[in-house]
């Protein structure tokens, strides 16, 4: 079983859609949580972190269940700009895993 | 941004050559990371040092040879490399706290390497 599962894709979704992106870990002592952000042929880049109480930034909202081991990612109202490949990113002890990754593409 | 440059941008080389990839962090992080990412794969931590000493080195072969002379700078040496090498090799730096915990990482453009 991988570290950590994502559901590859692709979506993709028209312009103003909401899409929501799972991601499951298999190491119950992992401490922290990633959602990475990386488009075609560039670096990874934060989005942002996951906390066990939910957050929000803007139009994404990422949300923790430790019990399920399970962490999503929605992000609202798409943008063309929010064409990439989200990383679900799980770290302990300085050892960060990384998923392989969900492909969004969205269309006009 | 230039929080963490990478240098060469691109590579390619022999199966008998000798190169060097160069990671530099302008962040002050105390962490270091070289990461391999091939197509379709997630990506593989191969090297992590903190404070310049190297705490993990996840089963890579030795024709990969990592140094870091001091926390803002790291090498990744490659000698007789194989073609299933080519990837996208990608440095990141962090700050590790002392409780074990640990801020994200930022990640340098990476570097593209073929090998013929």
């Given at each position: 079983?991988?570290?950590?599962?994502?559901?590859?894709?692709?979506?993709?979704?028209?312009?103003?859609?909401?899409?929501?992106?799972?991601?499951?870990?298999?190491?119950?002592?992992?401490?922290?949580?990633?959602?990475?952000?990386?488009?075609?042929?560039?670096?990874?880049?934060?989005?942002?972190?996951?906390?066990?109480?939910?957050?929000?930034?803007?139009?994404?909202?990422a949300?923790?269940?430790?019990?399920?081991?399970?962490?999503?990612?929605?992000?609202?109202?798409?943008?063309?700009?929010?064409?990439?490949?989200?990383?679900?990113?799980?770290?302990?002890?300085?050892?960060?895993r990384?998923?392989?990754?969900?492909?969004?593409?969205?269309?006009? | 941004?230039?929080?963490?440059?990478q240098?060469?941008?691109?590579?390619?080389?022999?199966?008998t050559?000798?190169?060097?990839?160069?990671?530099?962090?302008?962040?002050?992080?105390?962490?270091?990371?070289w990461?391999?990412?091939?197509?379709?794969?997630?990506?593989?931590?191969?090297?992590?040092?903190?404070?310049?000493?190297?705490?993990?080195?996840?089963?890579?072969?030795?024709?990969?040879?990592?140094?870091?002379?001091?926390?803002?700078?790291?090498?990744?040496?490659?000698?007789?490399?194989?073609?299933?090498?080519?990837?996208l090799?990608?440095?990141?730096?962090?700050?590790?706290?002392?409780?074990?915990?640990?801020?994200?990482?930022?990640?340098?453009?990476?570097?593209?390497?073929?090998?013929?």
């Amino acid at each position: 079983r991988k570290e950590v599962e994502q559901d590859p894709g692709p979506f993709n979704v028209p312009e103003g859609a909401t899409v929501a992106f799972n991601c499951t870990y298999s190491n119950s002592a992992s401490q922290s949580f990633f959602w990475y952000r990386q488009d075609c042929r560039k670096e990874p880049k934060l989005l942002m972190s996951v906390y066990s109480s939910g957050n929000e930034d803007g139009r994404f909202t990422a949300q923790l269940n430790r019990a399920s081991q399970y962490i999503s990612l929605l992000i609202r109202d798409s943008k063309l700009s929010d064409s990439a490949t989200y990383l679900c990113v799980v770290n302990r002890a300085n050892d960060m895993r990384f998923g392989a990754g969900t492909r969004l593409t969205v269309k006009p | 941004e230039t929080g963490v440059t990478q240098t060469p941008r691109h590579l390619v080389m022999g199966m008998t050559n000798k190169k060097s990839l160069k990671c530099e962090q302008h962040l002050g992080h105390n962490a270091m990371y070289w990461y391999k990412q091939s197509a379709k794969k997630p990506l593989e931590l191969m090297f992590v040092y903190n404070f310049k000493e190297q705490t993990e080195n996840n089963s890579v072969p030795s024709r990969f040879s990592p140094e870091c002379p001091n926390s803002s700078h790291l090498f990744l040496h490659l000698h007789t490399l194989q073609p299933e090498d080519s990837a996208l090799y990608l440095c990141a730096s962090s700050q590790v706290r002392g409780t074990g915990g640990m801020e994200t990482q930022y990640f340098g453009p990476g570097t593209r390497l073929l090998v013929l």
